[in-house]
């Protein structure tokens, strides 16, 4: 097989295990550590491993961090096959071979999450963010953040970045430049920590759908007011069916997890939060709020 040397793109203000994971699997490559600024603690690591690099971002002014990393990270890249990663989930020692090997397959790939809960509201609502998140993603070759690969000509990347830095997210964007073939791989991505951090969460990804795919929010609004209606009506045959479906979302996406038990009561407490979602008028997003007016107007709070 051919040896495309690929930038890893890593937004991240701390060195975690996925820095050290990554850093070990560099060949020919890079490996961008993508951070705000010179007080970030990342920037205290001894020891840099060969290639990698640091890149200081700044701050956001018109879009989330995490679009304002990826951007200068994109810029910053040596080279035109692209890796876009987080530093929240396990990467395999031969996860970037993995990854490039797929592109010469597939063409521009991504993997999957499954959000394991951290706190008692996220690990009441694990079974509905693999419905209604994960599994999606797994059949809809649809686009994860975490773990994607591309080629710097498979999209128009001048406008993209000119966008890029004018929104919050940025998968959600790239879903919008980019077609991919998703893998069966799932990744299991923890999450939350506090109760105010497992309300935030849905906020956020209720306002991505809203801007970007308002069609999407629109029919997961009906069918989960449906769905409750339902519940409302028969709940002994609510609790039955929607246990079973979760159980078979799970082996779908090849994930064994007890929390499919909490299908029926996580419904009572996703879709008020959905709601809440769509008219709340900031959200939190690694430390920072924001304000979200339209798909290109965003506004940094604090």
């Not at 997210?169 to 799932?186: A, C, F, H, N, Q």
């Not at 499919?260 to 008219?279: D, E, K, S």
Request: charged letters at 20%.
């Amino acid at each position: 097989m051919p040896d495309y040397p690929t930038s890893v793109l890593l937004p991240t203000t701390t060195w975690t295990d996925a820095c050290t994971e990554l850093a070990a699997q560099l060949e020919n490559d890079e490996l961008l550590i993508i951070h705000d600024g010179a007080n970030d603690p990342v920037t205290e690591r001894d020891n840099i491993p060969e290639g990698v690099r640091f890149i200081a971002a700044g701050e956001p002014e018109r879009c989330s961090g995490k679009a304002n990393a990826i951007a200068a990270g994109m810029e910053a890249a040596r080279y035109d096959r692209l890796v876009w990663t987080d530093d929240d989930f396990h990467h395999p020692p031969d996860w970037l071979a993995t990854l490039n090997a797929d592109y010469e397959d597939h063409g521009p790939v991504s993997e999957v999450p499954y959000f394991v809960g951290c706190d008692p509201l996220s690990i009441l609502l694990e079974p509905l963010y693999a419905s209604t998140g994960s599994l999606p993603l797994y059949l809809g070759n649809q686009i994860w953040g975490g773990a994607v690969v591309f080629e710097r000509n498979d999209i128009d990347e001048t406008t993209f970045l000119d966008e890029l830095r004018q929104t919050v997210s940025d998968d959600g964007l790239l879903m919008e430049y980019l077609e991919v073939t998703t893998v069966e791989r799932t990744h299991n991505v923890h999450i939350g920590g506090t109760i105010r951090e497992a309300v935030e969460r849905p906020v956020r990804w209720t306002q991505i759908l809203k801007w970007h795919f308002p069609i999407a929010i629109a029919g997961t609004c009906l069918v989960s007011l449906l769905v409750l209606a339902s519940a409302l009506l028969a709940p002994l045959l609510a609790v039955t069916v929607l246990t079973v479906l979760h159980f078979a979302v799970n082996e779908i996406l090849g994930v064994r997890r007890w929390t499919a038990m909490l299908a029926f009561p996580a419904l009572f407490m996703f879709v008020p939060l959905i709601l809440y979602g769509l008219v709340r008028r900031t959200f939190v997003w690694g430390g920072r709020r924001y304000r979200w007016r339209g798909k290109f107007d965003v506004t940094v709070v604090e």
